[in-house]
């Protein structure tokens, strides 16, 4: 009876799973590696984001301070004067006062003017920064790639070369091939054990420089980047360099509205108390300062307004030379890329047909083995071409992104 139970319960599963496998797929492994989580963490990383940050907070104080009712910090004075001398009046004086300085005419908007473009330019740079490392992980990450799909193909070679050397001496012992051969064969897995070595300690370097970049073990899949064809914003690099050059024409603005230093109102109460009188005196007093400015005062800050914004305006050119230059490149680097692939895989399926007939003539004793180790050589070259093709163009794909400030 539990033998018959259990029986039905093993076909009831059998029919189950299938049904439950198709209404809850497989989800992806929690904190997997993805290209966007990979540029995350380089950011995090970044010596650039602690600075920016800094400066984000350095333009909003200097906005809090622009939207001020007073241009700079206000002032209170105490004084207090006394007889000691030989007069009969034992007068004394008590005074505060209490000054603060005042925007000039059309002054105080072009400093806010002045802070909103300090911020717009912070939050350009940020962009920026964060394309640039987006780069830069895009790069470290295909690098690595590479390594690896390098070293995956020299296993694969050593281990050919090690069926290959197994039937060279199964053969010289039954006496078919002289004993050259097998040295022969045998030199060339030695060959290969040294060529992996050494990938492999090509792909480490590469992964290490991948680690320390982002702070993640594993590379993301390797799938080529998915090219976006819709209308884009402008590029951050580009962004960044006009942000500059507003700042610096908002920072002329400034230094020609405050060619002089900025007026000053005081106002005091004075408390005077003589013996001579019966109640002691106050009296209040009003008082405004207005400094005489000059051109030639404030010709230096216009001078060096006017020099950031022709150095500004020059890198915002250059930066939009750059961005074209840049597009049109990778765009012919994918172009390249993908013709190169086309034609490596053509030639591997040639290599391949070839060294499978060379080494059936060989199994046939009708070729040497000279020619299928040159065989076997000329494949793996194809093979490897392969292989760094497919790199090359998931590559330039990450190329034409980045060239375009797109962010994974």
């Not at 987006?134 to 690595?144: D, F, I, N, Q, S």
């Not at 884009?232 to 603005?253: K, M």
């Not at 071409?385 to 790199?391: E, F, G, M, S, T």
Request: with cysteine.
């Amino acid at each position: 009876m539990r033998v018959a139970r259990l029986s039905f319960f093993i076909a009831a599963a059998a029919v189950a799973w299938p049904c439950l496998a198709v209404a809850a797929p497989a989800a992806p492994p929690v904190g997997a590696a993805t290209l966007k989580s990979a540029v995350e963490g380089a950011w995090s990383r970044s010596t650039a984001l602690s600075t920016l940050i800094a400066r984000q907070d350095e333009t909003a104080a200097a906005r809090a301070s622009a939207r001020s009712w007073i241009a700079g910090s206000p002032t209170l004075g105490l004084s207090q004067r006394a007889d000691r001398g030989a007069s009969l009046r034992d007068q004394r004086e008590s005074e505060v006062s209490v000054a603060a300085p005042l925007w000039l005419p059309g002054q105080r908007s072009a400093r806010e003017a002045a802070a909103a473009r300090s911020t717009e330019e912070v939050s350009a740079q940020l962009r920026q920064a964060r394309l640039e490392i987006a780069g830069e992980v895009r790069t470290r990450l295909w690098e690595a790639a590479a390594a690896r799909e390098a070293l995956a193909e020299k296993e694969d070679h050593l281990h050919h070369m090690e069926d290959l050397s197994s039937d060279v001496d199964r053969r010289v012992t039954a006496g078919d091939l002289a004993r050259s051969d097998g040295l022969l064969a045998q030199q060339e897995v030695l060959a290969a054990q040294v060529d992996v070595a050494l990938a492999r300690t090509r792909a480490a370097e590469a992964l290490a420089r991948y680690r320390v970049l982002t702070g993640i073990a594993d590379l993301p899949p390797l799938e080529p980047e998915s090219l976006v064809h819709a209308v884009l914003p402008a590029n951050a690099r580009l962004t960044a360099a006009r942000a500059t050059e507003l700042r610096a024409q908002a920072g002329l603005r400034l230094a020609e509205a405050t060619r002089s230093a900025a007026p000053s109102v005081a106002i005091s109460v004075r408390r005077e108390h003589e013996r001579n009188l019966g109640e002691p005196t106050n009296s209040i007093a009003l008082a405004v300062q207005i400094p005489l400015g000059s051109e030639a005062r404030n010709r230096p800050a216009e001078t060096l307004a006017r020099t950031q914004i022709a150095a500004a305006a020059a890198e915002a050119a250059q930066a939009e030379a750059l961005v074209e230059s840049d597009s049109a490149l990778a765009q012919e680097q994918l172009r390249n890329a993908e013709a190169a692939l086309a034609s490596a895989t053509r030639r591997a399926a040639a290599m391949h047909e070839h060294t499978a007939l060379i080494e059936k003539a060989f199994r046939l004793g009708e070729r040497p083995l000279v020619e299928v180790l040159r065989s076997n050589a000329l494949t793996h070259e194809a093979d490897v071409a392969v292989r760094q093709q497919r790199v090359a163009l998931g590559l330039a794909h990450a190329q034409v992104n980045q060239a375009r400030g797109i962010l994974p």
